[in-house]
């Protein structure tokens, strides 16, 4: 490796690693993952920000007609129950599904602009980030069925909440394991099980830095939409967490970036590829 003299202690010191965006083109300590989740908010949170309710104002339009259906239902109490039951759950569940991969999309989007200090404009990421949506889902779903799948199978045969305990470690094990899995899919464009395996090797080794990192997320956005729910109702308990997605997918992205720079070194291949977010 190439070396340069310093003055400041008399000796030779290997070059510093070059900075072009938002994080040192090198692996990561916590707090420089940290800094580049802010460093990003501060230099493209706005963009971002944009992209992301021009987004969400589709996927809003089924959940309100199914607001308005569940309104005009409630006539009787019993018919209010069950409109509200059988449509708009779904539709909630459907939309913060869509937020989630749309978040995604655009965190992915935006990693290497980012990484690289290129400039982004709101269509640009918007044009990224859409067609990867399709790929993100494909490899949140499986995770996500991965995780919950054995203690859902539980539930569904009669077993007691209790006998669900010792399928804790085993569904946040897999859930962390394939944490990295939609970034994966939105960066590179892989397959949900490509994206799985991809999540898998990038993981090992660092599962408790992983989930570190990722775990905030999970708590931190289903508490907003309690605490806002009395409040606002559901639109505030679907809307502003999903507005704050974009950081915890910001922070997975990173943490991606991370994890390929310490296993493959591919600094060169960040700034080689073509540009995804400019104008």
């Known amino acids: 490796m190439a070396q340069h003299w310093t003055h400041r202690g008399g000796g030779w010191l290997p070059p510093r690693s070059p900075r072009p965006g938002v994080v040192p083109l090198r692996p990561l300590g916590r707090r420089e993952l940290l800094g580049g989740v802010l460093a990003t908010l501060g230099r493209y949170g706005g963009r ?58 655009l965190a992915a989007a935006l990693l290497r602009p980012a990484l690289l200090g290129r400039p982004v404009t709101v269509p640009g990421l918007l044009r990224a980030a859409v067609p990867r949506i399709p790929a993100v889902l494909g490899a949140r779903l499986p995770a996500l069925t991965a995780a919950a799948g054995p203690g859902a199978a539980a539930l569904a045969a009669g077993l ?3 006998a669900l305990l010792p399928l804790a470690p085993v569904a946040l094990w897999l859930a962390v394991l394939f944490a990295l899995a939609p970034t994966a899919a939105g960066y590179e464009g892989l397959g949900p099980v490509a994206a799985l395996r991809r999540s898998a090797a990038l993981v090992r080794g660092a599962w408790w830095r992983t989930f570190a990192v990722t775990a905030p997320a999970a708590i931190l956005l289903p508490a907003a939409a309690y605490a806002l729910y009395p409040g606002f109702g559901l639109p505030g308990a679907l809307l502003v967490p999903a507005l704050l997605l974009p950081v915890p997918r910001l922070a997975a992205g990173l943490l991606y970036a991370d994890r390929r720079l310490r296993r493959e070194q591919p600094a060169g291949a960040f700034a080689a590829r073509p540009e995804a977010g400019g104008g």
């Open 160 to 162: 007691p909440p209790l």
């Open 48 to 105: 971002l920000l944009g992209a992301l309710l021009l987004g969400l104002s589709a996927g809003l339009l089924p959940v309100a007609a199914a607001a308005g259906a569940a309104t005009l239902a409630s006539v009787t109490r019993t018919a209010g129950s069950r409109v509200f039951v059988h449509t708009l759950v779904p539709a909630a569940v459907l939309f913060l599904l869509f937020a989630g991969a749309l978040a995604t999309a």
